[in-house]
């Protein structure tokens, strides 16, 4: 069973370009934390992940406090947490703020920008990958503050870089459907990231992640997110995996820190949050929907990890259009 392709399916995933860009050195781009930027590029999209892609030349990037790292055609650098960072090449007197090129991204110009001293160039596409903000505690969980991975030397990875390619090539052209391919190929970028990042993981490696990875802790994730409302027991889930239930409790410790009902008992506010967002269902349906067979159960559950009762919950939604933000993390 495939935990990730369970998570995957359970969240709601978006894409898209900022710009297809040429600098010749010198050149500094400064990126500010996507969080200022967030509005601006997907205004209602609660969790966005940046990233960088190189297809000619070479660059740098650097986080406060971090090493530098270099960067080569084929290289991908994703930015899971958004934080605030630079990317250049050479010694640029002056750093380009990359908000004040969001006009062309905004207006739908993916034209290659040409910035720079004149010197040797470098190619790069940037884009964002959208979802809703509890892939925080799914696949986002424990990921470090930058990834960095090369599509180049297998045949996947290849077919994307070159699909990449060939859709900024056509998002000039008005041909219909642009955009949503724009979105779909960088969901796919996404989604063969976190399988190469799965794929480096040392062996030592803990967090959801590394779980999924896992096979009796992947499985038990994959049925928990197949059949969030199933009554599942400890009993019944180690009956299903084909293990103890000690063996079960250890590994599902071990890399989540916390038992697998825990776990389930969070997923399935967070559906139940998502379904007082996106749906009319009345309280109690929605508490039938996500496994609970009494509605004041559901309600003192859901009180205790977002601070509001359901009801209250949903009118502050409907009133600011934004997602309450104190929930404790499953990480």
């Not at 995933?13 to 990126?31: K, Q, R």
């Not at 925080?136 to 969980?141: E, G, K, N, S, W």
Request: glycine share 10%.
């Amino acid at each position: 069973m495939d935990a990730l392709s369970e998570a995957l399916n359970s969240v709601r995933m978006t894409g898209a370009i900022f710009f297809d860009a040429e600098f010749t050195a010198p050149w500094g781009l400064a990126v500010p934390a996507i969080t200022q930027i967030a509005p601006v590029l997907s205004p209602g999209t609660e969790r966005l992940v940046g990233y960088h892609l190189v297809t000619e030349g070479t660059a740098l990037v650097r986080f406060d406090g971090a090493t530098d790292v270099h960067l080569a055609a084929g290289d991908i650098v994703i930015i899971p947490h958004g934080d605030a960072h630079m990317v250049s090449n050479g010694s640029p007197s002056t750093l380009i703020d990359s908000r004040d090129l969001l006009g062309t991204c905004i207006a739908g110009d993916l034209s290659s920008l040409r910035l720079g001293g004149g010197g040797k160039a470098t190619r790069f596409v940037c884009g964002y990958f959208g979802c809703e903000r509890h892939a925080d505690r799914l696949f986002l969980a424990g990921l470090p503050p930058m990834i960095k991975l090369n599509l180049l030397g297998d045949s996947a990875g290849e077919w994307l870089e070159g699909s990449i390619r060939h859709l900024v090539a056509e998002a000039g052209s008005g041909r219909p459907g642009g955009k949503v391919l724009l979105s779909k190929m960088a969901e796919a970028f996404f989604i063969e990231t976190l399988r190469r990042y799965m794929d480096q993981l040392p062996p030592e490696q803990t967090g959801w992640l590394a779980g999924a990875r896992d096979p009796i802790v992947g499985a038990t994730l994959a049925l928990l997110h197949r059949l969030p409302c199933h009554p599942w027991t400890v009993a019944g889930l180690a009956v299903e995996i084909g293990v103890s239930r000690s063996v079960l409790m250890e590994r599902f410790a071990h890399f989540l820190n916390e038992p697998p009902l825990t776990y389930l008992a969070r997923w399935r506010l967070q559906l139940a949050a998502r379904m007082l967002q996106t749906t009319q269902h009345t309280v109690l349906q929605v508490a039938s929907d996500v496994g609970y067979e009494s509605e004041a159960a559901f309600n003192r559950a859901f009180k205790r990890e977002f601070a509001l009762p359901p009801a209250r919950y949903r009118k502050q939604l409907a009133g600011t259009n934004v997602e309450p933000t104190r929930e404790r993390s499953l990480a």
